[in-house]
């Protein structure tokens, strides 16, 4: 049938995707695999503010069976071999394979649950499943994409248990008490999205108080588990007495945090409306527009309005637009929701809205989950080779080999560049210094440079008594013009700087969306230089005229 051709053509675009190494956020890489990378695997990590604020923000209860569980068995399996730790590539593609999974298992079961018609569900299951959403963010290492699958898991025990009025279905009660928790520790924006639903519970509750005693009981223990396992983390070494006295309670950490404003504004501020007029349309698109357009049908009120998933999904974005901090991957949830309620008939304004869901979807598709800072992750996993390659190519090659050389590596204009994905060749000492410049000035990095990159007289002096030279590399779009003054071989600038750029290695699809300066170069030049110059490239930073 159709239907079955369709959603396994959809299925081999969402591995796809989940292999492609865009990177959507830094919150993927550093409020997950960072954390546990460095204290399982012993790779170069850096825990974020979040883990390390005197008053800790994140919760690693809902982490552990994504990240920890997965790296535990990699590091198992490589010692039962006799090898040493699985090479980093191999975790990031296998937490890449985890999410997919998760959303080829979980979302589209839950998908299918969701909707009460068999003869609207595998239509829906596909429509889902054509989301770029679904094929890139729901791939990726979110807390997030994790959100989903416990939002909408959530709304389908809810129903299950509403619906079986003469069952006290407890275990199903134990079960939405275990993701409530979950939800609830992962992200604090999750009880948003249940609370309404979650009402419909009420009269079940109150006529079965065994369900009542089942949710609360179980609830509670879920609760002081998740306290138990944050407070061991965060105060290691830690007993259940330590848990008791000072207890590290992350949720409330993380809301009395996200209601002050003036933290919010370190993240950057929203107008109130932007979920509802920039958010939804950027994740749903057509889709956004055609529940909108059925608005102004005023002979009845649209069908998918009454759906308790539209009603989920709208008012917790209603509830997430009293924080002025308002990014699309809030409202991942809202996703399948909304897209479960939509009908498509077999009409001309329905083809045309195909038409314009494929384009939409491809070109988001492309755009998010290829070329999206896409060259971050594999320069990254390039970097230790690019630089041994460079020891072994220096004047000192045989030296360096016996001597601890020191790398620093420059990243500029990119997101930050994930340590954990870094592995040291055991052949070369070579020490590798990571410093993100982040979207520092040129004029600044250009002081960076000179201050790190040692002149041809300290490199001869050095290399005359034995001592190898510090490296310097840069890694920045192609875009970023400021660089090709000190570009080698056709560098022209009249700055009376020495330095010289030479080009290492490059990946071609990277596009830096935060690059675009429309007011000052104009819509066109900024455009033409963004994606006609797209690119990643890894640069060697020495002076001019040095051997």
Avoid at 37 to 53: C, H, K
Avoid at 219 to 227: D, K, M, R
Wanted: proline share 8%.
């Amino acid at each position: 049938m159709w239907w079955r051709r369709t959603y396994l053509l959809l299925l081999v675009i969402r591995v796809y995707f989940a292999v492609s190494p865009s990177y959507l956020h830094p919150d993927e890489n550093f409020q997950g695999p960072e954390v546990f990378a460095g204290r399982i695997l012993s790779y170069p990590s850096q825990l974020p503010w979040e883990f390390t604020a005197d008053k800790p923000i994140r919760s690693v209860f809902p982490l552990w069976p994504i990240y920890e569980v997965p790296m535990n068995f990699l590091k198992w399996f490589y010692t039962e071999t006799g090898a040493q730790n699985p090479p980093p590539q191999l975790v990031y593609y296998v937490l890449r394979g985890v999410m997919f999974l998760l959303s080829f298992v979980l979302e589209d079961w839950a998908v299918y649950e969701l909707v009460p018609l068999p003869r609207h569900r595998r239509a829906t299951v596909v429509l889902v499943a054509s989301s770029y959403v679904t094929w890139t963010y729901q791939t990726h290492t979110f807390s997030n994409s994790l959100e989903t699958l416990l939002v909408i898991w959530s709304l389908v025990l809810i129903r299950r248990i509403a619906e079986k009025k003469r069952h006290s279905s407890l275990f199903s009660c134990a079960v939405l008490s275990l993701i409530a928790v979950i939800g609830v520790f992962n992200r604090i924006t999750f009880p948003a999205f249940v609370l309404v639903p979650g009402l419909q519970l009420l009269p079940h509750l109150w006529h079965r108080p065994s369900s009542f005693l089942s949710i609360v009981g179980f609830g509670l223990g879920f609760f002081c588990l998740a306290v138990l396992v944050d407070t061991k983390f965060y105060s290691s070494p830690a007993t259940f007495w330590d848990a008791l006295h000072s207890p590290v309670i992350t949720p409330i950490n993380n809301l009395l945090y996200n209601s002050d404003k003036s933290n919010l504004a370190i993240h950057g501020l929203h107008p109130r409306y932007h979920h509802f007029l920039v958010n939804l349309p950027q994740l749903l698109g057509p889709a956004y527009i055609a529940m909108i357009l059925s608005l102004f049908n005023f002979s009845a009120v649209p069908s998918w309005l009454r759906d308790m998933r539209a009603i989920s999904a709208i008012s917790a974005t209603v509830m997430l637009s009293i924080f002025p901090h308002q990014e699309p991957r809030f409202l991942l949830p809202c996703v399948p929701l909304l897209l479960s309620c939509l009908r498509i008939r077999n009409t001309r304004n329905s083809r045309w809205f195909l038409v314009a869901w494929v384009i939409f979807n491809a070109i988001l598709g492309f755009l998010m989950g290829v070329y999206h800072q896409g060259g971050v992750v594999p320069a990254q996993l390039a970097m230790p080779s690019i630089i041994s390659e460079s020891v072994r190519g220096s004047s000192l090659g045989s030296l360096n080999a016996r001597l601890e050389t020191d790398a620093t590596v420059l990243w500029w204009k990119t997101y930050s560049p994930p340590l954990w994905l870094l592995e040291n060749d055991t052949t070369l000492p070579v020490d590798i210094r990571t410093r993100d410049l982040m979207g520092m000035p040129g004029s600044e990095v250009l002081e960076e440079l000179d201050k790190l990159v040692p002149s041809c007289h300290e490199k001869e002096k050095a290399e005359s008594q034995g001592v190898s030279p510090p490296l310097v590399f840069v890694v920045a779009p192609k875009s970023a013009t400021f660089l090709d003054q000190y570009v080698a071989p056709l560098a022209s600038s009249s700055d009376p700087s020495d330095l010289e750029l030479h080009e290492l290695w490059h990946w071609s699809n990277h596009l830096n969306l935060d690059d675009l300066d429309f007011g000052d170069d104009g819509i066109l030049p900024t455009l033409k230089r963004v994606i006609g110059r797209r690119g990643l490239a890894v640069w060697g930073a020495r002076r001019a005229g040095c051997a």
